[in-house]
């Protein structure tokens, strides 16, 4: 109870630390935290099972990269527009109800795949439909103040939306079956303990590490499209006129580039983005209506952590609250307790992060008009 009386001191000396200084102060606390908690619960699973830590480590890394995906989202619309986007949530959930209606529903036996993209498309059409007819005001001169506009209008479309679906689907949870069977395979075949073994739904790596199949796909479709997401910023010359309009607004224009036209995209890919990660996502989860309100403060939290307009501290910050939601949620001897408390752990790093790196973690001071640089 008395340990965040101990940071008082470090943060009255110094108000922003490094990022090596919380690195290191960090995995000196969590070293003194582990070995307190070993003391006092020596059968605790992460005491006692070394296989148990490292599935909870793999499981928070592969979370952490879906989560890092959807905060890159949010991320790039801050970055371009200036905002903060309240209907990130409302659009992951969409994401996941559009993959389940393709592919159950409206066209039944289509790939997933297929599902997927279609929610990619339509997401995109909507984010870039919503910023033409209710953001573009806001540099028109139309608007006294931008910003609170914004926060406003993007609330108001994340309620919208979150009930329509509701009027439309109802309440009852939904689910899509997994995208991908994996293969039955042990390797090697011969020897024991194997390397990697893998059923329908599961994957062992080896004979310790336990992974679901649905997160694996999600996470190596995450990865796909971090990928590619950062190839169309630095190799194409749209990206790259995002990247510009994101330093600098005025000199973009100058050279020729359109800010009004890279504000659609930029708002349209972020809400394409968020759907990306719920469409990925609803083969691991039941499904509602309400299902994006903790994904997007969630979100709000990996982004201020990683740095305000840092996709790499978006990406790193995601990771970092996987880590610790599944640290968090393995330690916790009741699992029902364990559950409830996930939201919690994100708010705890955001508080000290908030306490010793107001900026956050790649976050840095930009020229006036400017948000974010990647």
Known sequence: ???????????????????????????????????????????????????????????GLIIGIIY??????????????????????????????????????????????????????????????????????????????????????????????????????????????????????????SSDPWLIKTSRGNMELFDTVSISNPRFVAAILSILVLIGLLLFLHRTWTGKGLRAVSQDRDAAAITGINPNRMNMLAFALGCMIAGLSGAVLVQAFSWLPVVGLIPEMRSFVIVVLGGLGSLPGAFVGGTLVGLVEAAGTGCVPNPQKASSYIPAYGMIILTIMLLLRPMGLFGRKFASGAHGKF
């Open 68 to 189: 890092g995906l959807m905060a890159m989202g949010l991320t790039l619309i801050f970055s371009i527009l200036g905002i903060v986007s309240f209907a990130h949530g409302a659009f992951y959930m969409i994401g996941g109800m559009l993959v389940y209606y393709i592919i159950n529903v409206w066209f039944p036996g289509t790939h997933p795949l297929i599902g997927v993209l279609g929610s990619c498309l339509i997401t995109f059409s909507m984010g870039a439909l919503f910023e033409r007819l209710f953001l573009t005001p806001m540099y028109d001169g139309r608007v006294e103040r931008p910003v609170e506009y914004g926060i406003l209008v993007t609330f108001g479309l994340s309620f919208t939306l979150t009930y329509l679906v509701a009027a439309l689907a109802g309440f009852n949870p939904v689910k899509v079956k997994r995208f991908f069977d994996f293969p039955r395979i042990r390797l090697p075949d």
């Open 1 to 59: 109870a008395f340990g965040p009386f101990g940071l008082a001191p470090l943060w009255w000396k110094s108000p922003e630390i490094g990022r090596v200084m919380i690195t290191l102060s960090s995995l000196v606390v969590i070293g003194i935290i582990a070995v307190a908690f070993a003391n006092a619960d020596p059968e605790n699973n992460c005491v006692s099972n070394g296989s148990f830590v490292a599935s909870q480590i793999t499981n």
